[in-house]
């Protein structure tokens, strides 16, 4: 219904106000009074009018040619000129316009050449400001409505695009949390299991580290589905502070739930915080991965502080990556080059597995 409006409306209301102009336009003596042919000639424009928004450019054709018939026919003035206006403003706003404002240029030089044949005035008379004037008006309309559509479409796709990459964004850190815990269960786990009979107070320890993990867990997957659901963050299951942002001082922390080695390499200090946390999350999943899929029985981490960066490796024994890469490996990808960086993952020639990563600092 309303398309049906918006193209036929305009169509409408152009016929009755250029029938009501053509009937009241004063006839000089060289003018031919308005007959049938006038009015089906504004009827004629006016259903042209019905395309305009498909067609602009053949739209304002039919209509200009319509509109010199009237003058030719030596109707009286320029009464019939709403329909124009709509066609021009119609070219104006259209997306692509290059066709319909030649023909636009081309009517408003031919409207004005007319006038001044038909007035013996010279392009600067002031009789003439007037019909050009709209002319001129209309395409300026069309122009300024465009300019903010565009504008408005702009910060939408630019809204879009921010809602994707939170989502990218989330679904990364959701990935990195149970990718993580998954790990430290099936380490802690397999440690409980080995020693229940020997040591059952380091088997008790071990499922008391499988316990804290999936509450922490439990913690960052609520506030991160809270922040999909409403855009907060919600407090955490338990009463326990929330977790802190992923920084280099929690790898420690990180090898000693999964078994894994870390070596540092050079002078550690502070880096900017999305440093910190994207080596951080890299080095979670890729020690993840490593526990998870490759069965490997020695882990190795490496991180080393270079003047302008830090570098980043995770070495396994295990049986290697196989298939194609998963979200993990593109997610840890996305982040390093999120930051200006690099990195890379694949098996060694030596067997295992090996994630090589750099990030500026």
Avoid: C, K
Wanted: proline share 6%.
């Amino acid at each position: 219904m309303r398309r049906w409006m918006t193209d036929v409306g305009p169509a409408v209301l152009a016929f009755a106000l250029a029938t009501a102009r053509v009937a009241v336009a004063p006839v000089l003596p060289a003018d031919r009074a308005p007959d049938t042919l006038a009015y089906a000639l504004v009827a004629a424009m006016a259903l042209a009018l019905l395309l305009r928004r498909r067609l602009p450019a053949l739209t304002l054709a039919a209509v200009g040619a319509l509109f010199i018939t009237y003058h030719v026919l030596r109707y009286p003035g320029g009464a019939p000129a709403v329909p124009v206006w709509i066609a021009l403003y119609s070219v104006a706003v259209a997306p692509h316009r290059r066709l319909g404002l030649t023909f636009a240029g081309a009517l408003v030089l031919l409207d004005a050449h007319s006038r001044m044949a038909v007035s013996g005035v010279g392009p600067l008379d002031a009789t003439l400001d007037g019909s050009t004037g709209i002319f001129l008006a209309a395409l300026l309309l069309g122009e300024v409505v465009r300019g903010r559509r565009a504008r408005l479409a702009m910060a939408d796709a630019e809204r879009e695009h921010q809602l994707t990459q939170e989502r990218i964004r989330i679904a990364r850190e959701l990935h990195d949390v149970t990718a993580h815990t998954l790990a430290v269960v099936a380490v802690q786990a397999g440690v409980a299991a080995e020693i229940q009979r020997d040591d059952p107070e380091g088997a008790r320890a071990a499922l008391e580290t499988v316990r804290q993990a999936a509450r922490d867990a439990m913690a960052e997957l609520r506030a991160a589905v809270g922040v999909l659901r409403d855009g907060s963050r919600e407090q955490p299951l338990t009463d326990r502070p929330a977790a802190p942002a992923p920084t280099l001082d929690r790898l420690p922390e990180l090898v000693a739930d999964t078994g894994a080695v870390l070596i540092r390499e050079g002078s550690p200090r502070r880096l900017p915080r999305a440093v910190e946390a994207t080596a951080y999350r890299i080095l979670q999943e890729a020690v993840a991965n490593a526990v998870r899929h490759s069965g490997a029985g020695h882990i190795e981490v490496r991180v080393g502080y270079q003047p302008d960066g830090l570098s980043l490796a995770v070495d396994d024994d295990g049986r290697g990556g196989g298939g194609p890469p998963g979200n993990g490996l593109r997610g840890m990808v996305e982040r390093a080059r999120g930051l200006g960086g690099w990195l890379r993952a694949g098996p060694r020639g030596e067997g295992g597995f090996e994630v090589r990563g750099w990030l500026p600092g």
